[in-house]
């Protein structure tokens, strides 16, 4: 069971900083693309921004600017460095992650 693991919330004044983390973990063969979304009290789930596996990168216009999505391939971990914070900006973040999987496997044996 794959699981995507988020750190690095909290409280900050206006034009301070903070950085998020994502850990997904689990029987992952490859991540493809990795992102942050946000959901403000009343409002709908919002796109943040997404990092594919290749590098590029997509932001919500409301950060771009003042966010940076980047990610560890290595460590399956995707981070967002918010700067600039605003009020607006508060809302709860999420992780999200295309991700192939590993299956348990199953057992072939060919008898000779």
């Known amino acids: 069971q794959v699981q995507l693991v988020e750190s690095g919330g909290g409280w900050v004044q206006a034009g301070g900083s903070l950085r998020l983390s994502c850990v997904a973990s689990g029987s992952i063969f490859r991540i493809n693309a990795m992102g942050w979304y946000r959901q403000a009290p009343g409002k709908q789930r919002e796109l943040v921004a997404t990092?594919?596996?290749?590098?590029?990168?997509n932001y919500a216009d409301s950060v771009k600017g003042r966010f940076t999505i980047s990610r560890d391939n290595a460590k399956n971990t995707v981070y967002l460095q918010m700067n600039s914070l605003r009020p607006e900006d508060t809302a709860v973040y999420y992780c999200n992650a295309e991700v192939q999987l590993w299956g348990q496997g199953t057992q072939i044996t060919v008898s000779s």
């Open positions: 990092s594919t596996s290749g590098g590029s990168t």
